[in-house]
């Protein structure tokens, strides 16, 4: 059974600041998506991530996989008040199509 | 394409009433999901589909839990009867599977249920 864990739950953070959401995964997963959610809203994608080492960046958000230490992060570079939201990582057993979700990290960016 | 559509947006319903929730998936996509969001559990799916067929309803939480597909373009999921604790956010996503590994699913903006 594959079981996701994101750390941490909540963070808090300045604006200009950088900071890094972790995802750890405990079995062989095919692939790693990230998802955001603004409060009361639904899942948006924002990355895939399919192979190890695979690093996907759009604008100051920038995600990447280690497949061999079920490790993935999610870096936050300058943050701005608009990145506040809920981050959540996603994984998926070889060949399965559901997704297993972590937690989720409340992330709110303060002016 | 309107992306995933489900109705109601939301739903106050009294305990013990019967509740049913609808989906309508992305056009040519394969699989539907259908999801539960609590704060004290987090994302969970309760079933999913290929092809309008289940594949796995292991997260459904009890019989009152059932969900049908019909046909490619609309699912339901229905609680009868309906209790507070089933109080959540349901969420529809669908995603078409591709050669390479890269399916993503997405979301529908989910039904708030409040049952008192």
């Known amino acids: 059974e594959l079981k996701v864990e994101q750390n941490p739950l909540f963070l808090s953070m300045q604006e200009g600041k950088n900071y890094t959401i972790y995802c750890n995964y405990s079995t062989t997963s095919d692939r790693l998506y990230w998802y955001r959610q603004d409060p009361g809203k639904s899942l948006e994608s924002l990355f895939v991530?399919?192979?190890?080492?695979a690093v996907k960046q759009e604008g100051r958000l920038m995600a990447s996989l280690d497949t061999k230490a079920r490790l993935s992060t999610l870096h936050i570079t300058a943050a701005v008040h608009d990145l506040s939201a809920t981050y959540f990582c996603a994984g998926a057993l070889q060949g399965a199509q559901k997704l297993v979700f972590g937690q989720g990290t409340r992330l709110t960016i303060n002016p | 394409d309107a992306g995933v559509i489900q109705s109601p947006r939301h739903e106050v319903t009294e305990m013990g009433q019967e509740v049913t929730l609808r989906c309508k998936p992305i056009s040519g996509h394969d699989y539907l999901f259908w999801y539960r969001q609590t704060m004290m559990r987090g994302l969970e799916l309760l079933i999913y589909?290929?092809?309008?067929?289940?594949?796995?309803d292991s997260g459904m939480p009890e019989d009152r839990f059932s969900a049908k597909m019909p046909n490619a373009s609309f699912s339901t999921l229905k609680i009868q009867p309906s209790e507070p604790r089933d109080s959540a956010v349901y969420f529809c996503a669908s995603s078409l599977r591709k050669t390479g590994g890269r399916t993503e699913a997405f979301f529908g903006q989910g039904t708030r249920l409040t049952v008192v």
């Open positions: 589909f290929n092809n309008n067929v289940p594949i796995d």
């Open positions: 991530l399919l192979s190890n080492g």
